[in-house]
């Protein structure tokens, strides 16, 4: 069926230097690849999207990238800060609809 | 501008019983779906509402209803609670059914039901 995983379910990191955080999907049919991030007892909070049609796009400290003949998707964190520590998740939608499918997560620990 | 309100944060209840979770969606928000979060996993869609009706649903059986209010607030309604029910609930609302909107997809803090 259709998944979104993840490679590495935890990531420790060093505060300031970069995180990468990996993500597989296996639907080339979706539209959108999207990152949340979700601390301890929060709902995920959007951090980037990308469209299919896309294979960078960069926000404020972070960097999607989108590797459509591999299936691959990954986050980049610049300058990895306390305030990072949490579990991010990549999920894919199709437009018509909006539901999320959501991997697996990754635990991101930053170390001071 | 409020976020999404989820009630209530924590319950615990025994197999067999039905259990109602509320959701609050965002100002201006007419869509609301909901995800069940195991523990140590990635969200799961349950269903999505739009104007009242359902628009579109996951894998879950029909023990796992819902319902939509003229103010957009929605209820999670499970029945015949199984152990397998425990895990966190989220509702999400967004501003338009049927069109991309995830970065306007706003998560409430979500609902933990135990089940014992």
């Known amino acids: 069926g259709e998944s979104v995983g993840l490679h590495l379910p935890t990531l420790s990191v060093q505060e300031g230097d970069n995180s990468i955080i990996n993500c597989a999907y296996s639907?080339?049919?979706?539209?959108?690849f999207i990152w949340y991030k979700q601390e301890s007892g929060k709902g995920p909070q959007f951090i980037i999207d990308?469209?299919?049609?896309?294979d960078k796009r960069q926000g404020q400290r972070v960097t999607v990238l989108l590797n459509k003949t591999v299936k691959h998707l990954s986050l980049q964190i610049a300058a990895t800060q306390p305030g990072d520590s949490a579990v991010y998740f990549c999920?894919?939608?199709?437009?018509?609809?909006?539901?999320?499918?959501f991997g697996g997560g990754t635990r991101v620990l930053v170390k001071p | 501008e409020t976020g999404v309100t989820q009630s209530p944060t924590h319950l615990i209840k025994t197999r067999g019983q039905q259990v109602t979770l509320r959701c609050s969606s965002q100002?201006?928000?007419?869509?609301v779906s909901w995800y069940q979060q195991a523990l140590g996993q990635g969200p799961q869609f349950i269903f999505q509402?739009?104007?009242?009706?359902?628009?579109g649903r996951g894998n879950f059986p029909p023990r796992f209803s819902g319902l939509q209010f003229p103010n957009y607030s929605s209820e999670l309604n499970v029945n015949a609670l199984e152990l397998d029910d425990s895990a966190l609930y989220l509702c999400?609302?967004?501003?338009?059914?049927?069109?991309?909107?995830?970065?306007?997809?706003?998560f409430g803090a979500g609902s933990r039901l135990t089940v014992l």
């Open positions: 999400a609302s967004s501003g338009t059914s049927g069109m991309f909107g995830a970065n306007v997809l706003t």
């Open positions: 639907n080339s049919a979706s539209d959108y």
């Open positions: 990308i469209r299919s049609n896309m």
């Open positions: 999920a894919e939608v199709k437009a018509a609809g909006n539901k999320l499918t």
């Open positions: 100002s201006g928000h007419n869509t």
């Open positions: 509402y739009y104007r009242e009706e359902e628009n």
